[in-house]
T-cell receptor, first 112, second 109 residues
Framework: TAGITQAPTSQILAAGRSMTLRCTQD?????MYWYRQDLGLGLRLIHY???????GKGEVPDGYSVSRANTDDFPLTLASAVPSQTSVYFC???????????FGDGTRLSIL | GQNIDQPTEMTATEGAIVQINCTYQ??????LFWYQQHAGEAPTFLSY??LDGLEEKGRFSSFLSRSKGYSYLLLKELQMKDSASYLC??????????WGAGTKLIIKP
């Protein structure tokens, strides 16, 4: 089944450790996105990529990095996790930046 | 600045009609999206408006007025499965989505 896959589903991580959240899509979408969703707040864009080989910073990029080596994969890395990064992380993709976004199932990350 | 406002929570009765409003102020405008998000799940796309007027899709309709910075999502013949959060988002001048905090819709029998 075509779609967008995130891994892991959930993770508990000690503060100061690094972590990479994986995201893969098989819809040949050009644009991909990483959001975090916190209770009472809207989805906030962390980083995005309009096409393979390019990335950009969203609203809350500090403490996170991304890469887009190919069309399908868009990993998000936390270099040194802090408790304020406890959140639900959603990866999304769209054919182009003005098209509807399709979301993965999310990664629930707790930093202790 | 950029801002999207929608009510935090609404309650409606099964079989009835409900209208969820969204007002926005964003730098540039390239369309407005509505998404549905059930608790613990990912958002799913409902509708997209870029021109003024009403877009109908089954039991759901979405309206846009660009001059007023206003949209609404209309849900008819409400079913229990419609209990979810409804997210309004606008596409700004950089083609990035700006999201509202969402409206939690509670359907009562």
């Amino acid at each position: 089944t075509a779609g967008i896959t995130q891994a892991p589903t959930s993770q508990i991580l000690a503060a100061g450790r690094s972590m990479t959240l994986r995201c893969t899509q098989d819809m040949r979408h050009n644009a991909m996105y990483w959001y975090r969703q916190d209770l009472g707040l809207g989805l906030r864009l962390i980083h995005y990529s309009n096409t393979a080989g390019t990335t950009g910073k969203g609203e809350v990029p500090d403490g996170y990095s991304v890469s887009r080596a190919n069309t399908d994969d868009f990993p998000l890395t936390l270099a040194s996790a802090v408790p304020s990064q406890t959140s639900v992380y959603f990866c999304a993709s769209s054919l182009n930046s003005n098209q509807p976004q399709h979301f993965g199932d999310g990664t629930r990350l707790s930093i202790l | 600045g950029q801002n999207i406002d929608q009510p935090t929570e609404m309650t409606a009765t099964e079989g009835a009609i409900v209208q969820i409003n969204c007002t926005y102020q964003t730098s540039g405008f390239n369309g407005l999206f509505w998404y549905q998000q059930h608790a613990g799940e990912a958002p799913t796309f409902l509708s997209y408006n870029v021109l003024d007027g009403l877009e109908e899709k089954g039991r759901f309709s979405s309206f846009l007025s660009r001059s007023k910075g206003y949209s609404y999502l209309l849900l008819k013949e409400l079913q229990m499965k419609d209990s979810a959060s409804y997210l309004c988002a606008t596409l700004d001048s950089n083609y990035q989505l700006i999201w509202g905090a969402g409206t939690k819709l509670i359907i009562k029998p």
